[in-house]
């Protein structure tokens, strides 16, 4: 099952979405999600995260993220969606058609995390397959590895 069904995309957006499975139960992987501060000890799409207010993450919240190169500018985020231990969503603060989507599926003892990532893409069909072609597998790359050091992470603090 995806995140997202491709009828509820937002026109103009790349989307990308890994999944892995979890050796804990998703309260124990939701509390290391949202901890967005450890966010670029394991997803490498992220370079900086920080949060706008102390506290437990809530929606509404702020959240300023470096993405990509060290060079580029931070956006702003907002918590949009939160279901303890089930999902959190961040959207761009001024640009809605950015989007990072984080789900948790109860598996008995155990979770499945899924990851989207969704971002604009500009100049229609054309300008939204050459940024496939040209980008396309190294997002997707990214996000598998951001699965699999989530788990590691996630295994980490399980064994200490």
């Known amino acids: 099952m995806d995140v997202y069904r491709s009828e509820d995309l937002p026109r103009g957006c790349a989307h990308f979405e890994a999944a892995i499975d979890l050796p804990a139960i998703p309260e124990e992987a939701f509390a290391l999600l949202c901890t ?13 995260a920080e949060r706008q207010r102390e506290g437990t993450l809530a929606l509404g919240d702020e959240v300023l993220l470096r993405l990509g190169e060290p060079r580029d500018e931070e956006q702003l985020f907002e918590v949009r969606r939160l279901v303890t231990n089930y999902c959190l969503t961040l959207v761009g603060a001024y640009s809605t058609r950015r989007r990072i989507d ?3 599926e109860r598996q008995s003892n155990r979770a499945r995390l899924r990851v989207a990532w969704l971002y ?3 100049h229609g069909a054309m300008g939204s397959a050459v940024d496939r072609l040209l980008r396309g597998r190294a997002v997707a790359g990214m996000l598998e590895r951001a699965t699999m050091q989530f788990r590691g992470l996630l295994e980490a603090n399980l064994v200490a």
Do not use: D
Request: zero cysteines; a positive charge.
């Open 102 to 104: 984080f789900r948790l």
């Open 36 to 48: 967005v501060e450890k966010w670029p000890a394991w997803l490498p799409l992220v370079r900086s």
């Open 120 to 122: 604009p893409t500009y």
